[in-house]
């Protein structure tokens, strides 16, 4: 197994603040590698370093063996990095059926003077997207949904939304920020069980930022601890779970000294 | 009983820009109706409200609704679609005006001009003005909201300071008294008598048509045409990137939207609707006049979003419907009222109209002593408190209150 994506050494500062400091991990093709850490730890940072909405002043993100680091944030996307966010980022305005047909944005080729028109490619196109689209709602069980603006649907539904845009975009790795953040148990298991499907029935590599330990435990292959914007331990989840940098940085500790972890 | 509801069977049935049978044929009568309403045909007369537009004096503002609602097209696409709020629109449209009769006016010795044809000086207004839009557009990428409104504002006074230097007067001509615009007969290139006339009464295929009548129908099939670009163009890839740009524009990048190509874009498109119609816009009059495109013309585009509906095609013309037709409405309201004789009207006649110092609100004298106000006056008035009214109770518009109505008759007797 080879690696899709490597960070390579990146830190980012705002001002004094350093929110990443010298973090490298690499995902390998085809696992569920999880990022966890307490509050302000610097996971999402990580996760808009690598779609490029934050330019990290050092270090080297690399896709495939190529490096992103300048590229638009648009031509990530293209690469086949897709994401979701933390604080859900739907078009509140348009439709669900829209909003997963913007997923598909950078699958479609058509011109928008043919769009204009309503001829040729533009027209053939959003008849075949529709069915691809309409194959990720059933597989998100949202069927009932699709006419809805995004605005009014429930936060679950939202979520789930989010995510079908995400997938919409035919990705290689989808980044998932904090999935079932504010869910309750039952649509937690949903999620779960959505994101294993991914994995298995799409082939989709995953990189998951998310606080619910259950959840990571359960599902992650390898897991990479944050906190302060720093590494302070990567492996199983049964070695994260054991690794004494790990507690300390959870639930505090006066013995240990979280600067000498490596 | 009714049956099951007709549902779709296929992706193109749902994709058809008319899906259900019932706005196909109410779409298809409306067009027809609109066809036949400059002529004096018996079965249109009998339709309520619309007798009275058979007369020629409704074809002049019925040409200006027209023109007016593809300028305000054009801007629901930057604004309402594209969240990109700009005052000036107005500028481009003068933009449009300028280069159609540069392109299309006669050369003399104070202005300047090539007497090329329509086809030509029509959608070179369009061109120009999107070129235009396109050098203005980066400035959108940097600001949003607020900022770009008032910057946009600062093109209206560059637009009209420019129309007062000699090379502004030398195209739009002397300031004040403007310059003739080229009539929208269709010639192939310059020769004497053109090819379709539309500026003269006379005969088209078999019928006598007015000159009133021939303008009517060559901005009615305008209008229909950039209505169906407008809303193909909301319905479509693009349509669906701008939207995602307005709501929001960070998330519309990570999803491979690229931000500037999209908002040039926008301001392109938009501003060749408004270069087209500004070019109509003169050749209504038949006048060019830099002090046209000035800021109130923005601001009436921003009330006609606001009052119709931003961001829909159909709200968009509702909207303009109302903005031009309503003065129009209040002011033949009065005349009726004051024509009354005996009855209720006489009677509402005596509480709204005044000559000047007795009972009541509306003022017909022509001069306007005392507190009471004008029709005029009064459409001013009319309007400012639409929109103060349309921002509280119903920000989606007039379009906001017919999906309500409709929603409510869909479901009923259920209330949800």
């Known amino acids: ?262 | 009983m009714l049956g099951r509801p007709r549902l779709y069977t296929a992706y193109r049935q749902e994709a058809q820009l008319l899906p259900t049978w019932t706005q196909k044929v109410v779409c298809t009568l409306f067009v027809a109706v609109l066809f036949l309403l400059p002529f004096d045909l018996p079965v249109i007369s009998h339709i309520p409200l619309v007798r009275f537009l058979g007369d020629s004096d409704w074809m002049r503002p019925m040409a200006l609704l027209m023109v007016l609602a593809i300028a305000a097209l054009g801007l629901n696409l930057l604004a309402g679609v594209a969240g990109q709020v700009s005052l000036g629109h107005a500028f481009f449209m003068g933009v449009g005006a300028c280069t159609a009769v540069y392109l299309g006016g006669s050369s003399g010795e104070a202005t300047w001009g090539h007497g090329l044809p329509i086809w030509i000086w029509l959608p070179g207004a369009g061109v120009v003005a999107a070129l235009v839009g396109v050098a203005v557009s980066p400035v959108a990428v940097r600001l949003r909201g607020l900022y770009l409104a008032i910057v946009t504002l600062g093109l209206v006074f560059l637009g009209i300071h420019f129309g007062n230097t000699s090379w502004g007067r030398k195209i739009a001509g002397p300031p004040a008294l403007g310059r003739e615009f080229p009539g929208l007969d269709v010639r192939l290139w310059k020769e004497e008598t053109p090819l379709i006339n539309v500026e003269d009464d006379g005969h088209w295929l078999w019928f006598e048509v007015t000159d009133l009548q021939k303008r009517y129908l060559f901005l009615l099939v305008l209008t229909i045409a950039f209505t169906l670009v407008a809303k193909n163009l909301t319905r479509t890839r693009t349509g669906r990137a701008l939207q995602a740009i307005r709501d929001r524009d960070i998330a519309a990048e990570v999803m491979g939207v690229p931000e500037f190509r999209y908002k040039v874009i926008a301001f392109a498109v938009s501003s060749f609707f408004a270069g087209v119609a500004g070019a109509l816009f003169s050749a209504l009059s038949q006048r060019i006049l830099a002090t046209d495109f000035g800021l109130f013309l923005s601001v009436e585009f921003i009330a006609i979003l606001l009052i119709g509906g931003a961001g829909t095609t159909s709200g968009t013309l509702i909207g303009t419907f109302f903005v031009v037709m309503v003065p129009q409405f209040v002011e033949e309201f009065t005349k009726w009222l004051d024509r009354a004789e005996g009855g209720l009207t006489e009677l509402l006649a005596r509480f709204l109209l005044t000559e000047g110092d007795d009972f009541g609100i509306i003022n017909t004298a022509i001069q306007t002593p005392g507190w009471t106000l004008s029709v005029f006056d009064w459409n001013i008035v009319l309007f400012g408190a639409l929109i103060v009214v349309f921002l509280i109770v119903e920000p989606l518009g007039i379009f906001g209150i017919w999906v309500r109505v409709r929603n409510y008759w869909k479901r009923w007797p259920f209330s949800y």
């Open chain 1, 1 to 262: 197994m080879h690696a899709l994506l490597e960070v390579d050494d990146i830190s980012l500062r705002f001002g004094g603040v350093t929110a990443i400091d010298s973090v490298s991990f690499e995902v390998r093709e085809g696992e569920l590698f999880a990022i966890i850490g307490p509050n302000g730890a610097g996971k999402t940072s990580i996760f808009n370093s690598i779609s490029q909405v934050y330019r990290p002043q050092s270090g080297d993100i690399r896709w495939k063996g190529a490096s992103i680091m300048g590229t638009r944030p648009d031509r990530v996307a293209r690469l086949g990095v897709a994401r979701t966010f933390q604080n859900i980022e739907l078009f509140s305005h348009m439709t669900v059926l829209d909003n997963l047909l913007t997923g598909r944005h950078i699958r479609m080729t058509g011109s928008f003077l043919a769009g204009a028109l309503w001829v040729g490619k533009a027209k053939r196109e959003e008849i075949e997207h529709r069915r691809k689209v309409e194959d990720i709602i059933d597989f998100l069980e949202i069927e009932g949904w699709r006419k809805h603006p995004v605005a009014l649907l429930p936060y679950g539904i939202q979520k789930r939304v989010e995510l079908g845009r995400a997938l919409a975009m035919d990705p290689e790795m989808l980044m998932l920020d904090e999935p079932v953040a504010g869910m309750n148990l039952e649509e937690t298991e949903d999620m779960a069980r959505f994101i294993l499907d991914i994995r298995r029935e799409l082939g989709i590599t995953l990189l998951m930022v998310e606080h619910d330990m259950g959840l990571v435990m359960d599902i992650a292959d390898r897991v990479m601890v944050l906190d302060f914007g720093r590494r302070i331990s990567e492996g199983s989840p049964a070695e994260v779970q054991r690794d004494p940098n790990v507690i300390a940085a959870y639930l505090g500790s006066t013995e240990l000294d979280t600067s000498t972890a490596e």
